[in-house]
């Protein structure tokens, strides 16, 4: 089933079509738009991101530093028949070759593009590392012509952090280096600082290449650049004003024969933290070891929740991509340097919202950090109490994502956390403190705070009375039953929210597609694809499968759609996990709804917490 959106009225640039395979990849085998899903490469841990498109345009960046250009021709990958000199590329681009069989598939923090070209089947795998600023590139080559292959396979990267790079060759390390260096540390070099790039291959290059100009050559471009030919210019040494870095390996394939190897990008400290990284990445099995390694932490983080329903693109936007896209919005959405759109500042705590738990020293060390950031930095009204940097809409935010924290975690104690004040503003905080201090201000103007107010009084209302004592100011607030304000302009709704409506065959249902319409088309509703895609999760997960988290257990309010018989939903909470199965009777009942867990039939519809680290077994059954 190809999806594509409903409509493209109003967008700049349709996304790509594609459908979705069994492991929940994304897979687009017609060129035109980016990717909906997966264009942006992360790893957990790392501040580096790879943005690419189907076609194999795209470029990378660090801590909000594009390391390539935004143009989307910074890199490349070039194969080559000796014999009769045709030139294509496992992407479209830049060879620009048309491939008899073409796929790309993306999967979270890492995309694969196959291309079956002159009867040699090529595929390239490129992923973004956790917790190292390295991008990996694993190519397989597969002979499937009747004869013998002798093959070049060439890479091509072209840093963009300005010219006059020091370039170097490390031979043992079949690595080569790039830096500023000091005689043109001047203009934008402080941006720069002390970076180092480099780029390293799991075989020895027959040669390489580190001038750009050398690379393409004169009257060239980057579809048929001269460093393909054998009659390619050596490369530069020491100072180079258009850094380029480029290896060529050759590659001889046996009848049927099969060749598989590696290369690496990234960014270093210096360079022998840049030697260091590539001793962990100088052969074709440790590359293949570290892309298996960053797809498997993807698959523990996006597990908290899954989904086995009819609807099949409904689990794998439940089960993996909402959880990783609120994660990859943040990347996305930074800009030049560390700097922030301030009206998506708080993406830094909320790309933890749906997987806090899967990583929760990150979540927490982010959220008391964003939290000390606003009392530092923000600039405070003369009552002493409003955080006048930031607006409400994005403030809510800390309370609903510390609360979201505390209940899947479990760790009340993060509450008593304290944030250094501004000076002069007042007693010390904790954190506790300036998230009752947010509700209070978004109280006094809930249109202002958005959508999320009444989800945030909610959440935190539910951790006091189980976890602490609630502070007096606030009290009244959080066991009121106030209301944000319903505003009546509207907006239209996100980009990927469309999407997804279109792509769902469930959210298509006039009753469900009204509710996540409702939600976004308000004039305050979240903005970005790192809000959208945490707010998306939870709608569905809470409002429309009805499984809601609390400090005591689960709380169920299930639906079962007229179009589905049963579903399975699998939830894990501060160690256990609850099987869930909803389902329709085929005997009439009294009661319209049963619920028995472990066998053993319950009169709530709050499953407690068991702190016992098992499966249990819940069954939801329709009359």
Request: negative net charge; glycine residues 8%.
């Amino acid at each position: 089933m190809n999806i594509k959106p409903s409509s493209t009225a109003g967008l700049n640039l349709a996304y790509a079509v594609g459908w979705f395979a069994e492991d929940d990849s994304f897979v687009v085998t017609q060129l035109g738009g980016e990717s909906p899903l997966g264009s942006t490469l992360v790893g957990l841990g790392s501040d580096y991101a790879v943005h690419i498109s189907p076609d194999g345009a795209g470029w990378s960046t660090f801590a909000g530093l594009d390391i390539t250009s935004p143009l989307g021709t910074g890199k490349g990958w070039y194969i080559r028949d000796r014999e009769t000199g045709a030139v294509w590329s496992p992407f479209f681009l830049p060879a620009g070759e048309k491939a008899d069989d073409f796929e790309v598939r993306f999967f979270p923090g890492q995309v694969t593009a196959y291309a079956l070209k002159n009867k040699i089947g090529a595929s390239l795998t490129i992923t973004a590392l956790p917790n190292k600023p390295v991008e990996v590139w694993l190519v397989k080559l597969e002979n499937r012509s009747a004869r013998e292959r002798s093959l070049t396979f060439t890479t091509y990267f072209e840093p963009c952090v300005g010219q006059g790079l020091e370039t170097c060759y490390k031979t043992r390390e079949k690595l080569l280096l790039m830096r500023r260096s000091l005689s043109s540390a001047v203009g934008d070099a402080a941006a720069v600082g002390d970076m180092v790039l480099f780029h390293g291959s799991t075989l020895t290059p027959v040669r390489f290449q580190t001038d750009k100009m050398r690379f393409i050559g004169d009257g060239r471009t980057l579809k048929n650049p001269l460093e393909l030919d054998s009659d390619a210019q050596p490369p530069c040494e020491g100072i180079v004003e258009n850094p380029a870095a480029s290896f060529t390996v050759d590659i001889e394939l046996p009848i049927e024969g099969e060749a598989e190897f590696g290369f690496y990008v990234g960014v270093a400290r210096n360079p022998e933290h840049a030697i260091d990284l590539a001793k962990g990445l100088n052969k074709s099995s440790l590359v293949r070891e570290a892309v298996h390694m960053a797809r498997m932490k993807w698959e523990s983080a996006c597990s908290l929740v899954r989904l086995d329903s009819p609807d099949h693109v409904l689990n794998a936007f439940v089960n993996t991509w909402l959880p990783y896209e609120a994660y990859a919005g943040w990347m996305r959405q930074r800009t030049g340097g560390v700097c922030l759109d301030p009206l998506l500042v708080a993406d830094c705590i909320r790309r933890y919202y749906p997987i806090c738990a899967a990583v929760p020293d990150a979540a927490r060390s982010s959220l008391v950090s964003f939290a000390a950031g606003l009392s530092l930095s923000g600039a405070y009204t003369e009552d002493n109490k409003n955080f006048a940097s930031l607006p409400l809409s994005e403030l809510i935010w800390l309370p609903l994502t510390v609360a979201r924290y505390v209940v899947e975690t479990g760790d009340a104690a993060i509450l008593a956390e304290t944030v250094q004040p501004l000076e002069g503003a007042g007693e010390e905080l904790t954190l506790q403190d300036q998230c009752e201090r947010i509700l209070e201000i978004c109280a006094a103007s809930p249109s202002e705070a958005g959508p999320l107010f009444p989800r945030a009084l909610i959440a935190w209302r539910d951790i006091l009375e189980s976890c602490a004592q609630p502070r007096t100011a606030v009290e009244e607030i959080l066991h009121s039953d106030r209301d944000s304000q319903d505003p009546k302009d509207t907006q239209k709704l996100p980009r990927r929210i469309r999407h997804m409506l279109a792509a769902s065959a469930l959210l298509n249902e006039a009753r469900y597609r009204s509710l996540i319409e409702a939600f976004f088309a308000s004039e305050n509703a979240p903005v970005g694809d790192c809000a959208v895609a945490c707010v998306a999760f939870t709608e569905i997960t809470e409002k429309i499968l009805g499984v809601l988290p609390l400090c005591e257990g689960l709380e169920l309010s299930p639906h079962l759609p007229d179009s589905w018989h049963d579903y399975e939903i699998t939830r894990q909470l501060r160690g256990d996990k609850y099987k869930i199965h909803v389902k329709r009777s085929l005997r009439p009942s009294k009661a319209r709804v049963t619920v028995t867990v472990d066998g053993i039939p319950i009169n709530d519809f709050v499953i407690p917490e068991f702190s016992d680290g098992l499966e249990h077994m819940v069954e939801v059954v329709f009359s």
